[in-house]
């Protein structure tokens, strides 16, 4: 009979592989996957709502449906705000690219970027007048059909997510007893039960918190914009909320985004830099006491963890990756301090 000690053991060389099994298992399945891991999260996030709803004497099915359908609604109505305007900055494009490049000119030379803007007036589907009529009609094409397949890679993503979400919410407890009757010894049990209610409750706190906290950034920007006379600003307002939920990145993308709104809209220079200044004295602000205030020393992250949470996920799925990447390191915080062996797990995570 084996004992413990004479069965073989994983060596480094194995685990590497496994790791880079699973690593490439993730990335080549991502179509499948990220609908998954969303309506997972979503499912934790929203389990609180349906719980309420239930309160008040609705049918489970009833509730989730009534959940799935609110969801839908809030992202019918965002996309139908930012449909239209988004339509005129593809259009208006080419053009803010060549005044771009005419203030470059009018500055010295610029070759490099006159480099750069002609391979996003290609994208873009430039209409100047030395590409031909060919030419422009092929960049038109390859814009509409990369901006088409765009559309319904989310379309297909979202209506899978909230499929799935739908049957999470509306079986309630089901996967859970499932995961519970897989565990051995009512200790294991218990175990898995804590750590799941935990997930539920702190999970739902923090991303509701950052909902909120990007719905106020969306609203300041949007105001701003709005009161400083820039087109479109409530485009510019919910892209700058959403990117917020991306730590880092998000905010320098906003940064570079109101810096080309500057130098599109004034001449003056330091006019120019208003707006990404003004925007990064508030967002400095805001994330160094405001935020803080909110979220407290409890809900708080690692930044090196978040960062390299943000940078592995969205190499692997891209914007998506980056975007979920906050809630699945808050989601292996609270898992890990549920957990006794992952206890020093969570410690270092935790800010």
């Given amino acids: 009979m084996s004992t413990a000690a004479d069965r073989p053991r994983a060596t480094r060389v194995d685990i590497a592989i496994l790791v880079i099994l699973l690593v490439g298992c993730v990335y080549w399945g991502r179509s499948v996957l990220l609908p998954v891991v969303l ?127 739908y049957v999470l919410l509306a079986t309630g407890d089901l996967m859970l007893r499932k995961t519970v009757q897989l565990a051995s010894g009512f200790a294991a049990q218990r175990r898995i039960v804590v750590t799941a209610r935990a997930l539920e409750v702190q ?36 892209v700058a909320g959403l990117l917020r939920f991306i730590p880092y990145v ?45 979220h407290g020393r409890r809900l708080a992250l690692n930044p090196v963890m978040l960062f390299v949470f943000v940078l592995f996920w969205g190499t692997l799925w891209g914007i998506p990756g980056a975007l979920i990447a906050v809630p699945l390191l808050a989601a292996t915080k609270v898992v890990a301090e549920q957990t006794p062996a992952w206890a020093p797990l969570g410690r270092f995570i935790r800010a």
């Fill in 250 to 294: 998000g905010n320098m993308v906003v940064l570079a985004i109101l810096l080309t709104l500057g130098v599109l809209a004034y001449d003056p220079f330091w006019q120019m830099v208003a707006p990404p200044v003004v925007y990064l004295v508030f967002i400095t602000v805001y994330g160094n006491v405001f935020e803080l205030f909110v």
């Fill in 39 to 165: 309506a997972l999260l979503l499912n934790v996030t929203l389990r609180p709502v349906v719980g309420w709803l239930r309160r008040i004497y609705l049918p489970q099915a009833a509730a989730a449906a009534v959940v799935v359908l609110s969801l839908l609604g809030v992202v019918g109505l965002f996309s139908w705000a930012a449909y239209e305007p988004m339509l005129q900055w593809l259009e208006q494009a080419p053009q803010s690219i060549a005044e771009l490049r005419a203030q470059a000119q009018a500055q010295g030379d610029f070759s490099e970027v006159e480099k750069a803007t002609a391979a996003v007036e290609q994208m873009a589907g430039d209409g100047g007048q030395e590409d031909g009529p060919t030419l422009v009609r092929q960049a038109d094409t390859t814009a509409a059909a990369r901006l088409t397949d765009a559309a319904k890679t989310a379309v297909g993503t979202t209506g899978i997510t909230l499929i799935l979400l």
């Fill in 203 to 238: 999970l739902a706190r923090y991303l509701g918190t950052m909902v909120l906290l990007n719905l106020g950034v969306a609203v300041t920007v949007c105001a701003g914009l709005a009161l400083a006379g820039f087109d479109d600003p409530i485009l510019w307002g919910m």
